[in-house]
């Protein structure tokens, strides 16, 4: 089965410096990685998304993300953070389902990601 | 940009009654699915919907539950018997053909049971 793990609940850096949200993920086969960005009181947004092309993934507004396979990660990144990054951030799994294609999304448990002036 | 719509937005509804959530989905999409999360936890898949079908359904997706296209646009989430335990915010997702396709969410609806 499929799963992530978000390794921090929560994550605070100052604006102006680098973020790392940390995700590991556990999956028999290659898998099919994203971020989702969801803002206060607004829906999911996608930000990223890793589906077996070049292990590094640009994203919207500076996010990036890299496919560890070694390491069974796939940490997001942006070099300096803006205010308007403060928002929970959820790491997500594609499973497979052999019977048909319906890729259901699996969610970690999201961090949230606080920006101080 | 195409977009997810739900309604409503919010919807407060006593224990035991009916709530049906609405979804319209990307137009040219097909396979459309409904999410939760209740406050606090992490996002739940409830149930995926192919071709006029349930594809997949989670366990948490029972008989008080049931999913329906009823006029080719819209996507609808029906619970027959609110719960406590049912309020939570609900997604509807949609996405096209291929299977690498991306998942579009619509903003979801916060659902409290009273």
């Known amino acids: 089965a499929q799963s992530v793990t978000q390794l921090d609940s929560h994550v605070s850096v100052s604006e102006g410096t680098p973020v790392l949200l940390r995700c590991n993920y556990s999956?028999?086969?290659?898998?099919?990685l994203f971020w989702y960005v969801q803002h206060p009181n607004k829906g999911l947004q996608l930000l990223l998304k890793y589906t077996s092309a070049a292990t590094l993934v640009k994203g919207i507004n500076g996010f990036e993300a890299e496919f560890k396979k070694s390491e069974t990660s796939f940490h997001l990144t942006k070099p300096s953070a803006h205010m308007s990054d403060a928002a929970e951030y959820f790491c997500?799994?594609?499973?497979?389902?052999?019977?048909?294609?319906?890729?259901?999304?699996?969610f970690g448990t999201g961090t949230l990601l606080a920006v101080q002036p | 940009e195409p977009e997810v719509t739900q309604t409503p937005s919010h919807q407060v509804t006593q224990m035991g009654q009916e709530v049906i959530l609405r979804c319209v989905p990307i137009?040219?999409?097909?396979?459309f699915y409904w999410y939760r999360q209740i406050l606090g936890q992490k996002v739940e898949f409830l149930v995926s919907?192919?071709?006029?079908?349930?594809?997949?359904k989670s366990e948490i997706f029972d008989d008080q539950f049931s999913v329906e296209r009823p006029d080719g646009s819209n996507f609808t989430l029906k619970i027959r018997s609110t719960k406590l335990e049912d309020s939570a915010m609900y997604f509807c997702?949609?996405?096209?053909?291929?299977?690498?396709?991306?998942?579009?969410f619509g903003p979801g609806t916060r659902l409290l049971v009273l």
């Open positions: 919907f192919y071709n006029n079908e349930i594809s997949e």
């Open positions: 137009s040219n999409h097909l396979y």
């Open positions: 997500v799994v594609s499973a497979l389902n052999y019977g048909g294609a319906t890729n259901k999304l699996i």
């Open positions: 999956s028999s086969y290659s898998p099919s």
């Open positions: 997702a949609s996405r096209g053909q291929f299977f690498q396709e991306t998942q579009y």
